[in-house]
């Protein structure tokens, strides 16, 4: 089994009270993929332009994800610059530029479009919408977005939430799009535009997954070393969608299962800038730490 992704690769200028960074390898698809390899085959598809490094291909192909559905474009590719302060929490964007990823419209192989697990990371809801028509009979689709998104094309969005089995979003993004301010009546209010699931990440303050069938919270994996955020939601994604491919069944065990792992994947990206830390890590070090996060939660 294998899993098909969506969404961007971009150079991402970062500061924080540790540092700064300059056009480093990120994007929703990029901090995905770091996770989800660790269970599975994961297909990236998305955009880049003719400024992109030859280094960050050969890189990621390195960390086995396939990358037939990458197009290169001439234009330069999608950056973001943002700043983090105070406790890392949320970022300042300072600086953002689309590039290739304005005409974007993604290509997927022909033996790709039999993939049964599929996620629609952070772009444009209508770019979404287009990938999942070209998949043939998904079993689990997942769906990212963004405020942008919800303020601009929210038509668009609500069309797609439609279609999927599981919304995420984060503690903001979820109150904007449902319209409520306490968490579980936002997430009954998202449930009821479409999805089987709702998932919403809270920062430090962990999850909340909510489906008809049962409701279910994690606690973040305490750490005192937070240098970057940037992709930590991704990251999450990954892990907790690549577990579920792995075990190839969806039910409530797995889920709960697969979420404690998307929490794990989470904490070791905020460690280090980019995917410098998720681009090293091992299921061995996840197993460990799973086994820790278990024994102060008795999850």
Same mark, same amino acid.
């Given at each position: *089994?294998?899993?098909?992704?969506?969404?961007?690769?971009?150079?991402?200028?970062?500061?924080?009270? @540790?540092?700064?960074?300059?056009?480093?390898?990120?994007?929703?698809?990029?901090?995905?993929?770091?996770?989800? /390899?660790?269970?599975?085959?994961?297909?990236?598809?998305?955009?880049?332009?003719?400024?992109?490094?030859?280094?960050?291909?050969?890189?990621? %192909? +390195?960390?086995?994800?396939?990358?037939?559905?990458?197009?290169?474009?001439?234009?330069?590719?999608?950056?973001? $610059?943002?700043?983090?302060?105070?406790?890392?929490?949320? +970022?300042?964007?300072? =600086?953002?530029?689309?590039?290739?990823?304005?005409?974007?419209?993604?290509?997927?192989?022909?033996?790709? !479009? #039999?993939? !049964?697990?599929?996620?629609? +990371? =952070?772009?444009?809801?209508? &770019?979404?919408?287009?990938?999942? $028509?070209? *998949?043939?009979?998904?079993? @689990?689709?997942?769906?990212?977005?963004?405020?942008?998104?919800?303020? =601009?094309? /929210?038509?668009?969005?609500? /069309?797609?939430?439609? !279609?999927?089995?599981?919304?995420? #979003?984060?503690?903001? $993004?979820?109150?904007?799009?449902?319209?409520?301010? =306490?968490?579980?009546?936002?997430?009954?209010?998202?449930?009821?535009?479409?999805?089987? *699931?709702?998932? &919403?990440?809270?920062?430090?303050?962990?999850?909340?997954?909510?489906?008809?069938?049962?409701?279910?919270?994690?606690?973040?994996?305490?750490?005192? %070393?937070? &240098?970057?955020?940037?992709?930590?939601?991704?990251?999450?994604?990954?892990?907790? *969608?690549?577990?579920?491919?792995?075990?190839? /069944?969806?039910?409530?065990?797995?889920?709960?299962? +697969?979420?404690?792992?998307?929490? &794990?994947?989470?904490?070791?990206?905020?460690?280090?800038?980019?995917?410098?830390?998720?681009?090293?890590?091992?299921?061995?070090?996840?197993?460990?730490?799973?086994?820790? @996060? !278990?024994?102060?939660?008795?999850?």
């Amino acid at each position: *089994m294998s899993i098909l992704v969506l969404g961007t690769v971009a150079l991402d200028t970062v500061k924080t009270p @540790f540092g700064k960074r300059i056009h480093m390898l990120g994007g929703s698809a990029v901090h995905f993929s770091m996770s989800a /390899r660790l269970f599975t085959t994961v297909n990236l598809v998305a955009i880049v332009g003719e400024d992109f490094p030859r280094e960050h291909i050969e890189f990621l %192909k +390195a960390k086995g994800i396939v990358l037939t559905s990458l197009i290169k474009e001439k234009g330069m590719t999608f950056k973001w $610059e943002g700043e983090y302060q105070g406790d890392l929490n949320s +970022a300042l964007t300072l =600086n953002t530029e689309l590039g290739v990823l304005s005409t974007f419209k993604p290509e997927v192989a022909k033996q790709q !479009k #039999a993939i !049964k697990y599929v996620f629609l +990371a =952070n772009v444009d809801p209508d &770019i979404q919408r287009r990938l999942l $028509e070209e *998949m043939r009979e998904p079993v @689990f689709v997942g769906l990212d977005s963004m405020n942008y998104w919800i303020q =601009n094309k /929210r038509p668009s969005l609500l /069309r797609l939430l439609k !279609k999927v089995n599981i919304y995420v #979003a984060n503690d903001q $993004e979820a109150r904007d799009l449902s319209g409520e301010n =306490n968490l579980l009546k936002a997430a009954r209010r998202l449930r009821s535009f479409g999805p089987q *699931m709702v998932l &919403i990440k809270k920062g430090e303050h962990g999850i909340l997954l909510y489906s008809d069938r049962f409701v279910f919270s994690l606690p973040a994996y305490p750490t005192d %070393k937070v &240098i970057d955020p940037t992709g930590a939601g991704d990251t999450f994604a990954g892990g907790f *969608m690549g577990y579920l491919v792995k075990k190839e /069944r969806i039910n409530e065990a797995n889920i709960r299962k +697969a979420l404690a792992y998307g929490t &794990i994947a989470a904490s070791f990206n905020v460690e280090d800038f980019g995917v410098d830390k998720t681009s090293t890590l091992t299921m061995r070090q996840m197993e460990q730490r799973m086994a820790h @996060f !278990k024994k102060i939660t008795r999850f």
